[in-house]
C-alpha cells in the first residue's frame, strides 16, 4: 500500500511570489507516477503537472514546477509568480502503474492563500 | 474538448434512500473511476471499471454498488443511504493505452446530501 503525506495543512504566499509546496510518499512499488491537482472553491479536481518517476528531469508547465527526489521520496511543487487564481486547494497524489486498475492515492491536501 | 461528465450535480436525500449518480468518460476513455471526497477529506478510492468490467476496489460499503455500461458510462447506486454518505462524489475516466494513459481526468462532481 502506498501513503502520501502532506505536512503543511494551510499555506500562504503574496501576489507574484514563489511558494513551494512539500508532499512525500511511501511506496515499495518501482513504476509509479506522481501528480499535483488544485482544487478550486469550485471543487472541480483539476490536473496541474505530473511526475514519471522512471524521469530524473524535474516536470514544468508553465508557472508550475516540481522538485522530484526519488531516493528521499518527496515532490514539492513549486509556484512561481503567484496569481490570486492559484489559490486553492493542492492535493499530492500517487499512482502505481506497474498492475492494477491505476488507482490515485491523494495526501490530505494542502490549502493555499494568495495574498493581494 | 470533451471533458468528463457526471448527473446531477447536487442530489439531496433522506436517509435510507437510494441514490443514482451517473458518469459519462471522455469519448475514448475506456476505464473510469469514482471517488469520494468527504467535507474536508481528500478523495478515497471506491471502485473502478475498465472495459465494462470492475477492475478494482477500495473502501466501497456493501450498500453501493457501480457497472459500466456498453457505451462506457458508469453509474454509481447507493441504497439505504446514511448521513455519512454524504459527500462530493468524483467520477474520473482515462484512456487505457497511450502515452496518457496514467493520467485521470476528473468530472465536477456529483454532492450528495443526505439528511
Known amino acids: 500500500a502506498q501513503t502520501v503525506t502532506q505536512s503543511q495543512p494551510e499555506m500562504s504566499v503574496q501576489e507574484a511570489e514563489t511558494v513551494t509546496l512539500s508532499c512525500t510518499y511511501d511506496t515499495s512499488e518501482s513504476d509509479y507516477y506522481l501528480f499535483w491537482y488544485k482544487q478550486p472553491p469550485s471543487r472541480q479536481m483539476i490536473l496541474v503537472i505530473r511526475q514519471e518517476a522512471y524521469k530524473q528531469q524535474n516536470a514544468t508547465e508553465n508557472r508550475f514546477s516540481v522538485n522530484f527526489q526519488k531516493a528521499a521520496k518527496s515532490f514539492s511543487l513549486k509556484i512561481s509568480d503567484s496569481q490570486l487564481g492559484d489559490a486553492a486547494m493542492y492535493f499530492c497524489?500517487?499512482?502505481?502503474?506497474?498492475?492494477?486498475?491505476?488507482?490515485?492515492?491523494f495526501g490530505k491536501g494542502t490549502k493555499l492563500s494568495v495574498i493581494p | 474538448a470533451a471533458g468528463v461528465i457526471q448527473s446531477p450535480r447536487h442530489l439531496i436525500k433522506e436517509k435510507r434512500e437510494t441514490a443514482t449518480l451517473k458518469c459519462y468518460p471522455i469519448?475514448?476513455?475506456?476505464?473510469v473511476y469514482w471517488y469520494q471526497q468527504g467535507p474536508g477529506q481528500d478523495p478515497q478510492f471506491l471502485i473502478s471499471f475498465y472495459e465494462k468490467m470492475q477492475s478494482d476496489k477500495g473502501s466501497i460499503p456493501d450498500r453501493f454498488s457501480a457497472q459500466q455500461f456498453s457505451d462506457y458510462h458508469s453509474e454509481l447506486n447507493m441504497s439505504s443511504l446514511e448521513l455519512g454518505d454524504s459527500a462530493l462524489y468524483f467520477c474520473?475516466?482515462?484512456?487505457?493505452?497511450?502515452?496518457?494513459?496514467?493520467?485521470?481526468?476528473f468530472g465536477a462532481g456529483t454532492r450528495l446530501s443526505v439528511l
Open positions: 497524489a500517487f499512482l502505481a502503474s506497474g498492475a492494477g486498475s491505476y488507482q490515485l492515492t
Open positions: 469519448p475514448r476513455h475506456d476505464t
Open positions: 474520473a475516466s482515462r484512456m487505457g493505452q497511450g502515452l496518457a494513459k496514467n493520467i485521470q481526468y
